[in-house]
């Protein structure tokens, strides 16, 4: 039987029906499903075995990137999205997702002193559409299960990774949850990966985060906009056929529980 999805969207999300195409390419059992829905029925979570968060502007950004649905999921649905990461099923979230998820404390769990870290405004104070190289790092991720290297979209304007302190990074990266990495365009590693490798100026070039279970995925730049190879931008200098390299993404979320 194939998983259920639950596409979480609210006013302002934009990605959802290309997050629902992505995963029903993939082979999954998808919905699309207004927040406002999701609150009145709560439990409607026990059908779902893969939330997914998709990208857009949440209520528009205002206040800052996520933060009102990101408040309304910590205040209202909190137990609900912990009973569910907690039964060892699957959640994704994608740019503004990913800022959904680290502002409901979802992702990284937070301290006495509040979250450990957040994602702010990129370095060039603009509105950043373009295409990265990512290089796979970390622990288990199931999401992200052989793939090493992969060129994605971004499409953000808070899309910064900041810590609350370097010795705070360090932590994160030695427990094997810092996922992606932005990359030089050529491939190169480099301790410090600049603009426009790393588009919005994120400490550690960090692209994508894991919680500890390697179950729960934020990332900024766009699986589901490369489904088909025919959307990366020079597709046809290579020739491209076949499926793009983001939908491996969902297909791993598929397969997971297969």
Same mark, same amino acid.
């Given at each position: 039987?194939?998983?259920?999805?639950?596409?979480?969207?609210?006013?302002?999300?934009?990605?959802?029906?290309?997050?629902?195409?992505?995963?029903?390419?993939?082979?999954?059992?998808?919905?699309?499903?207004?927040?406002?829905?999701?609150?009145?029925?709560?439990?409607?979570?026990?059908?779902?075995?893969?939330?997914?968060?998709?990208?857009?502007?949440?209520?528009?950004?205002?206040?800052?990137?996520?933060?009102?649905?990101?408040?309304?999921?910590?205040?209202?649905? +909190?137990?609900?999205?912990?009973?569910? !990461? *907690? @039964?060892?099923? /699957?959640?994704?979230?994608?740019?503004? $997702?990913?800022? %959904? &998820?680290?502002?409901?404390?979802?992702?990284?769990?937070?301290?006495?002193?509040?979250?450990?870290?957040?994602?702010?405004?990129?370095?060039?104070?603009?509105?950043?559409?373009?295409?990265?190289?990512?290089?796979?790092?970390?622990?288990?991720?199931?999401?992200?299960?052989?793939?090493?290297?992969?060129?994605?979209?971004?499409?953000? +304007?808070?899309?910064?990774?900041?810590? !609350? *302190? @370097?010795?705070? /990074?360090?932590?994160?990266?030695?427990? $094997?949850?810092? %996922? &992606?990495?932005?990359?030089?365009?050529?491939?190169?590693?480099?301790?410090?990966?600049?603009?426009?490798?790393?588009?919005?100026?994120?400490?550690?070039?960090?692209?994508?985060?894991?919680?500890?279970?390697?179950?729960?995925?934020?990332?900024?730049?766009?699986?589901?906009?490369?489904?088909?190879?025919?959307?990366?931008?020079?597709?046809?200098?290579?020739?491209?056929?076949?499926?793009?390299?983001?939908?491996?993404?969902?297909?791993?979320?598929?397969?997971?529980?297969?």
């Amino acid at each position: 039987m194939p998983p259920h999805v639950l596409i979480l969207r609210a006013p302002g999300t934009n990605c959802d029906q290309e997050t629902e195409l992505a995963f029903a390419r993939a082979g999954a059992l998808t919905r699309r499903m207004h927040i406002n829905v999701l609150l009145a029925q709560p439990n409607l979570f026990d059908q779902f075995q893969i939330l997914c968060i998709p990208g857009g502007f949440s209520y528009g950004d205002d206040i800052a990137a996520g933060r009102i649905l990101a408040s309304q999921i910590r205040h209202h649905l +909190a137990d609900h999205v912990r009973r569910f !990461r *907690d @039964a060892g099923k /699957l959640i994704l979230g994608i740019c503004n $997702g990913f800022q %959904v &998820l680290l502002k409901a404390g979802v992702l990284l769990a937070e301290t006495a002193g509040g979250a450990v870290a957040t994602l702010t405004w990129n370095d060039s104070r603009k509105y950043e559409d373009r295409w990265v190289t990512l290089r796979r790092s970390g622990g288990p991720c199931v999401l992200l299960a052989g793939i090493q290297q992969i060129q994605l979209p971004v499409a953000h +304007a808070e899309g910064k990774f900041v810590t !609350r *302190d @370097a010795r705070t /990074l360090d932590r994160l990266t030695a427990s $094997g949850q810092v %996922v &992606l990495e932005y990359q030089q365009q050529d491939g190169r590693d480099g301790q410090r990966v600049g603009y426009p490798d790393n588009p919005n100026g994120s400490m550690g070039n960090v692209a994508g985060v894991c919680d500890p279970t390697g179950r729960v995925l934020g990332m900024m730049p766009h699986p589901e906009r490369f489904i088909d190879a025919t959307h990366h931008p020079q597709w046809t200098r290579q020739s491209a056929r076949g499926a793009g390299s983001g939908l491996q993404v969902f297909q791993n979320a598929v397969q997971y529980f297969r």
